[in-house]
């Protein structure tokens, strides 16, 4: 169901699935369906369904934008809060010292390159 095809996986991983594969998909290019949160010092996607989610940030990863990634078209994105999206971008793992995002509260992080909804 996950097969990897040219480095993007063929259906969307959920976002606790890419977090449970953090080790072998770090640095890799992934595509994750999630809930979208597009907020002051919160911008990332959750796990959906949200029963399935663990405490705080654990269910999430940290979304960011870099050189060659997408630009967040801002009213895109706030139309799409709270909303269920599809990610495609390079996962990274945080560093043993720091989380990723604000504050490091999140496990990884995705540089995006494409958000589209799901």
């Known amino acids: 169901m996950d097969e990897i095809r040219s480095g993007l996986m063929a259906l969307p991983l959920s976002v606790n699935q890419a977090l449970a594969r953090l ?5 890799k ?16 996607i959750s796990h959906f369904p949200t029963r399935e989610r663990g405490e705080g940030d654990r269910s999430s ?6 050189n060659g990634a997408m630009g967040f078209d801002q009213d895109i ?9 599809v990610v495609e971008g390079t996962l990274s ?8 995002g604000h504050m490091g509260m999140w496990p990884a992080k995705l540089l995006a390159r494409d958000l589209r909804r799901a």
């Not at 080790?23 to 640095?27: A, C, D, Q, V, Y």
């Not at 990863?61 to 870099?66: A, D, F, Q, R």
């Not at 994105?77 to 999206?85: A, F, N």
């Not at 793992?93 to 990723?100: F, K, L, N």
């Open 23 to 27: 080790e072998t998909l770090n640095g």
């Open 29 to 44: 290019d992934v595509c994750v369906e999630g809930v979208l949160s597009f907020d002051f010092e919160d911008v990332c």
């Open 61 to 66: 990863i940290w979304l960011e934008v870099g």
């Open 77 to 85: 994105c706030r139309r799409l809060h709270g909303k269920r999206v």
């Open 93 to 100: 793992a945080a560093s043993a010292t720091m989380g990723c």
